[in-house]
């Protein structure tokens, strides 16, 4: 079965930098597309940034841009998210999602993730 590990989170200082990574394993990695999501205390979960199989297609949330950074290492089955300038609007506990799909289904929230690791918290202080 399909299995994701989120690893990388902790506390950082606003303005600084922090790099997520998900490990996959389960199946063959580099044919489905894959994404990051996020939930914050009281609210509902988001999508930060996801892309499809070859990332050729590559969506970030409005409030990430610029900042944030998806990308994958097929020869090691991770996936990263490079955090920089971070701000504490970005506390959340964040998930790696993969989908049964190469291509992200635009029609859903969640682009068509179907698979969902437990998640890693990110706290950015003031």
């Known amino acids: 079965q399909v299995q994701l590990v989120e690893s990388g989170g902790g506390l950082v200082q606003a303005g600084g930098s922090l790099r997520l990574s998900c490990e996959a394993s389960g199946r063959t990695f580099r044919n489905y597309a894959m994404g990051w999501f996020r939930q914050a205390p009281g609210k509902e979960r988001e999508f930060v940034a996801v892309h499809n199989w070859n990332a050729a297609l590559t969506y970030y949330t409005g409030s990430v841009k610029g900042r944030f950074t998806i990308s994958r290492d097929n020869t090691k089955n991770t996936m990263y998210l490079q955090m920089n300038g971070v701000k504490p609007e970005d506390t959340a506990v964040y998930y790696c999602?993969?989908?049964?799909?190469?291509?992200?289904?635009?029609?859903?929230?969640?682009?068509?993730?179907?698979?969902w690791g437990k998640g890693t918290l990110v706290t950015v202080s003031s």
């Open positions: 999602a993969a989908s049964d799909s190469s291509e992200l289904d635009a029609q859903r929230e969640d682009y068509g993730m179907v698979y």
